[in-house]
């Protein structure tokens, strides 16, 4: 019965394998138990991998690296390989024996009932041998992606996952080790896919017979690396376009009621954070100010959502009164002021770097004037309108 449903849903297997020659015979042969559905990706192992497979060569796909090139890669060739025989799907299983093939039709069942779904099996987290350096990580990559997506999972870092390989064909990847499997899924939800966990069983290999080609320096850094990338995108482009996707008059009369006239928060809270929004949209750290601002207003706990609508001040379209704004409010705080920099056919670094200190002046002014107009305008209105109602 599952055979048949591998076939109606165009759906295979695929098992990247690095140097876990130890665990790989009995992954593969529970899979084949449920499909014969199956790609093997050896990722340039130099154990006894290349020997083993070759009792495979009948009855499953193998690809072969001549050098080990990463997880991230393993798994885009495999999904190259799945998208050129005609899959539509791809369920990846890891080959160190942590994951069950009995829960092959559970991923199976997703989508029959929720298509193009790129779904993640989540691991409990507190069974037995599970190492306290993975649950952290985990909870750590749970925030980002809640962050950069919007979207709240238990499990972001587990490797038994179903593709839906065919929707995520339009999009570009970059990443090549363990930082993939964060890649994909942000860009996915970034791209309209949904993104889901649903429970599935987890075996941890008790001390040293655990076998982890995970580094945790350089593939923490990567990843790290990585986040701070997606982030920057996030609240530079994602974040604001999820929330005007969602402005409609019922979201919005409900973000009115939720975030302004709410009781539970007080009105000075809800003045600091827009104007603390307006400040920070206009400070002159351009690329940084999402950033920085969200980490501060969180230190400070104002009202994330008012921050972030206020902090909007600096969309493209008035980005460039913002800096003509700054620039002239700085000539006339700075000792010898200049009013070249907009009036030139040719505008060189030197001219920039002569200008520099009376934009930052003006900028850093016209951002206080910007943050104080705000809290006193939100203060009076949210005052005003208690007081009606």
Request: glycine fraction near 6%; proline fraction near 4%.
């Amino acid at each position: 019965m599952t055979h048949s449903r591998f076939e109606k849903y165009n759906c295979c297997v695929l098992i990247p394998t690095y140097n876990n020659a130890g665990t790989l015979q009995q992954v593969v042969d529970s899979v084949l138990e449920v499909t014969t559905n199956v790609i093997v990706v050896d990722d340039g192992s130099t154990d006894q991998t290349p020997d083993l497979l070759q009792q495979y060569k009948e009855s499953v796909e193998i690809i072969t690296h001549d050098k080990n090139k990463g997880k991230g890669r393993a798994l885009r060739n495999g999904f190259k390989h799945a998208l050129a025989a005609g899959y539509d799907y791809a369920i990846t299983i890891d080959s160190d024996g942590q994951h069950f093939a009995s829960d092959l039709p559970k991923f199976i069942d997703e989508i029959e009932s929720n298509p193009s779904t790129l779904v993640i099996g989540a691991r409990n987290m507190s069974s037995e041998n599970v190492p306290g350096k993975s649950s952290f990580g985990n909870k750590f990559s749970n925030f980002w992606f809640w962050f950069e997506t919007g979207i709240k999972l238990d499990d972001t870092q587990s490797g038994y996952r179903l593709y839906p390989i065919k929707a995520l064909s339009g999009i570009k990847f970059f990443t090549n080790k363990f930082e993939f499997e964060v890649e994909v899924i942000v860009k996915a939800a970034w791209s309209g896919l949904n993104v889901k966990n649903i429970p599935i069983q987890i075996h941890y290999e008790p001390g040293d017979k655990r076998i982890s080609h995970f580094r945790p320096f350089q593939d923490f850094s990567r990843i790290s690396l990585l986040n701070t990338w997606l982030v920057t995108l996030a609240l530079l482009y994602y974040i604001p376009l999820r929330f005007f996707k969602k402005l409609t008059r019922e979201n919005i009369r409900a973000f009115i009621q939720q975030h302004f006239f709410n009781e539970d928060e007080s009105t000075s809270r809800k003045a600091f954070s827009i104007g603390f929004g307006f400040f920070m949209g206009i400070f002159p750290v351009w690329g940084y100010q999402m950033l920085l601002g969200v980490a501060i207003a969180h230190l400070l706990k104002l009202n994330k959502a008012l921050f972030l609508v206020a902090a909007n001040i600096s969309l493209p379209p008035l980005i460039p009164f913002i800096i003509y704004g700054s620039y002239k409010i700085g000539a006339l705080l700075v000792s010898d002021p200049r009013n070249d920099l907009f009036f030139t056919s040719e505008i060189t670094f030197e001219l920039v770097k002569d200008n520099l200190f009376q934009y930052i002046v003006g900028a850093i002014t016209l951002a206080l004037a910007a943050g104080i107009f705000g809290t006193i305008m939100t203060f009076i209105t949210v005052t005003l309108t208690r007081k009606r109602s």
